[in-house]
């Protein structure tokens, strides 16, 4: 199985450019989830889902959008990217309830100059 | 508000020492999640603990739900153990949200 695979693992944008950072899991979990990590912070999160369809928002969802269409695919979209949104990006994926672990791709850095 | 907090912040030891990092919350938790995240950033998970003690080779968390406080422990430490420790803490069962801590930098010196 691969896991969560993010795609791409480096990007970088100008101000007010649009991208998607893709993520896709293989392990049929219906919770899914989008962090940004900053330098000397905890991870926050962006957004989350709990299955295909249902979408919400997290800590830190200004600046971004989401959707949920199928099981395997999380996708965030950055809108009008601003420097505040340099940040490595983690998605993950995990099975609600005790004793289960959270799965996390590689991690997507994004610079925006 | 939830929070979690870390200590050290950093830590360097020689090889073969016995590692201890700590994690603490603010309040009642339904269970932490420990991680280890790679120099090449990717982060895994090591265990996720409601009540007592896990073991996983070298590495051994305890939680103490009373005193709201979990350790990570690592015998026989080895550089290859060197990596960013991230304690979370999931608050209710169900909406599987995490607040995470800032992470302890291990460096294992040959």
């Known amino acids: 199985n691969a896991g969560v695979t993010q795609t791409p693992k480096f990007r970088i944008l100008k101000i007010g450019q649009s991208m998607t950072l893709q993520c896709t899991q293989d392990?049929?979990?219906?919770?899914m989830y989008w962090y940004r990590q900053d330098p000397g912070m905890g991870l926050k999160l962006i957004y989350y889902s709990v299955g295909a369809g249902i979408t919400d928002k997290g800590e830190v969802p200004n600046g971004y959008n989401v959707s949920r269409s199928t099981t395997e695919d999380f996708p965030l979209r950055l809108e009008l990217a601003a420097p505040s949104q340099t940040s490595v990006y983690f998605c993950?994926?995990?099975?609600?309830?005790?004793?289960?672990?959270?799965?996390f791709g590689q991690g997507t850095r994004l610079t925006v100059v | 508000k939830n929070e979690v907090e870390q200590s050290p912040q950093n830590l360097t030891a020689q090889e073969g020492e016995f590692i201890t990092i700590n994690c603490s919350y603010s309040?009642?938790?339904?269970?932490l999640h420990w991680l280890q995240q790679h120099p090449g950033g990717g982060i895994v998970s090591l265990f996720m603990l409601s009540s007592g003690k896990k073991k996983h080779g070298r590495l051994i968390a305890t939680i103490n739900i009373q005193e709201k406080h979990s350790s990570l422990h690592i015998t026989a430490s080895h550089p290859r153990d060197s990596a960013v420790y991230i304690c979370a803490a999931l608050w209710n069962f169900g909406n599987e949200k995490l607040t995470f801590g800032t992470g302890t930098r291990l460096t294992i010196i040959p």
């Open positions: 309040v009642g938790i339904s269970a």
């Open positions: 392990m049929n979990h219906n919770y």
């Open positions: 993950a994926s995990s099975i609600p309830g005790q004793g289960t672990e959270a799965f």
